[in-house]
């Protein structure tokens, strides 16, 4: 069985939109609480290089899903990354 490629980029459509809103409670909260003492700046480094490398793979590629879902999961996880990073300063400021 062979799939037309309209049913393949539905499923990385779904994909993105699935592993895009999972990580929307993460930012949420980190937002508004500004605790981010549970967060790890080596994973979050290495989360948000992976992510940005996935977007630019996906624009040289030219393939939507990657590029759509990327690019708001970067925006998102930079933002996280740089409250972490302003946090981490803070606390070693003191």
């Known amino acids: 069985m062979t799939l037309e490629l309209h049913h393949i ?3 990385g459509y779904c994909a993105a939109f699935l592993t895009t809103l999972a990580f929307l409670p993460q930012a949420i909260q980190s937002w508004r609480t500004r605790d981010l003492s549970g967060i790890s700046l080596g994973m979050y480094s290495l989360f948000t290089t992976g992510v940005g490398l996935w977007l630019i793979y996906g ?3 030219e393939t939507w899903p990657l590029i759509l879902a990327n690019a708001l999961t970067f925006a998102l996880a930079f ?3 740089l ?3 302003r946090h981490t300063a803070k606390r070693r400021k003191h």
């Open 9 to 11: 980029e539905i499923i």
């Open 83 to 85: 409250l972490k990073l």
């Open 79 to 81: 933002s996280i990354l």
């Open 59 to 61: 624009l040289f590629t």
